[in-house]
């Protein structure tokens, strides 16, 4: 069985190294700081500085761990010259069928977050754009029905 790969755009791999970074020199660090201070404090069977310092050591370790096997799974894609066509990394203004214009960076799954406009090459929209040109409809199946959108401009 094969390890799922896991695509990310340059700049996706910057922010996962700079958190990783972060989570391994400044939270790990505080914590262990709290946990030091809470011990410090006696009897830990009623301290609940301890039990919140615990459960912020798991979520921290959690989390570069996490961060860790994405980096090791990691395969950047390439930002190449400017195509016609919607890639992997795109950055895509659409506007929706009776609705306002949206734009969105297609990016693997690690990478997303919609309240900044980068949505999965994997999700119903990212997957609908990809391939298509300026001036091309697609339809999108959403749970309320199906979703037009017009490419305007590729990036």
């Known amino acids: 069985m094969t390890e799922q790969q896991v695509l ?29 201070d809470s011990i410090d404090e006696g009897d830990l069977s009623e301290n609940v500085g301890y ?20 980096l090791k799974k990691a395969i950047v894609v390439e930002n190449g010259p400017p195509s016609d066509t919607v890639a992997f990394g795109s950055r895509v203004t659409v506007v929706e069928r009776g609705g306002g214009k949206e734009s969105f960076q297609i990016v693997g799954f690690a990478e997303v977050d919609p309240g ?5 090459n994997e999700s119903p929209v990212g997957k609908a754009l990809l391939d298509h040109k300026v001036g091309d409809e697609v339809a999108v199946e959403a749970p309320d029905g199906l979703l037009y959108f017009e490419i305007l401009d590729i990036q």
């Open 8 to 36: 990310l755009t340059p700049e996706g791999r910057e922010r996962l190294e700079a958190e990783l970074e972060h989570l391994r020199t400044v939270k790990r660090p505080e914590v262990a700081q709290q946990l030091r």
């Open 116 to 120: 900044t406009g980068r949505i999965s």
């Open 51 to 70: 039990e919140d310092a615990k459960h912020e050591q798991s979520f921290v370790e959690g989390r570069i761990l996490t961060r860790e096997t994405l």
